[in-house]
């Protein structure tokens, strides 16, 4: 079965998940994280090359504050709980997206997770934090003109901008999830996902398992990737 190199996740539903069961919305967030270790687990054993994940966007930060502060709390446990067995796993971690706001612990963990793992060989995880995809753009604008400050941005080409993009050096997603029954990429990777397949699903993110992740991937498989070909240039292409 022909598999995805790149999946992007749009992990949504959390809240949601607990509003159906009358529990605080933070109870859905932890019950998140339960889900991303089973997915990050699964596509390491599947051989996906990259999994980026959405866990916070530029956006979020207008949810009311306690719901932010304890986002920023499951974060930093998380880095400090779970960085330990990527590693042990051969999974390079990095995080993408303006780490500005964060605190300085936060930064101090996330510096000393990508350092630990940055040579290894297997899954590489991506999580995307305080991140968006206009800003990514702008962001390698500027870098891009920060190098070259002797060019004209005339020079400015769409392989420049990718090289200085968040997910440079990896290939870009095939296939996008979102969870939760939402059919939108709300500003994620919006330069990496030009050709990626989307896959939207009603599973709230807590439930999202091992077999989500498979069946989205077959749905992949069964699809037909043109490129701007034709279905007979494919074909003869794969001939």
Known sequence: ?????????IMDGNGRWAKKRFLP????????????KKV????????IESLTLFAFSTENWKRP???????MGLFLTALQSEVGKLHKNNVKLTVIGDQTPFSDEIKRHIVEA???TENNSGLKLNIA????GRWDVLQAVKAWQKLNSNRS?????EEDISEMLSLAGQSEPDLLIRT?????ISNFLIWQMAYAEFYFTDELWPDFNEKSIDLAIRSFSNRERRFGKTSEQVSNDSD
Do not use: W
């Open 153 to 157: 941005i005339d020079d400015l080409t």
């Open 40 to 47: 990050v687990s699964h596509c390491a054993e599947l051989g």
């Open 129 to 132: 934090a305080n991140y968006g």
């Open 180 to 184: 939760g029954g939402e059919q939108r």
């Open 65 to 71: 504050q306690d719901e932010v502060s304890k986002l």
């Open 25 to 36: 919305r933070f109870v859905g967030h932890q019950k998140g994280l339960k889900a991303v």
């Open 1 to 9: 079965m022909n598999q995805p190199k790149h999946i992007a996740i």
């Open 114 to 116: 990508e350092k630990l």
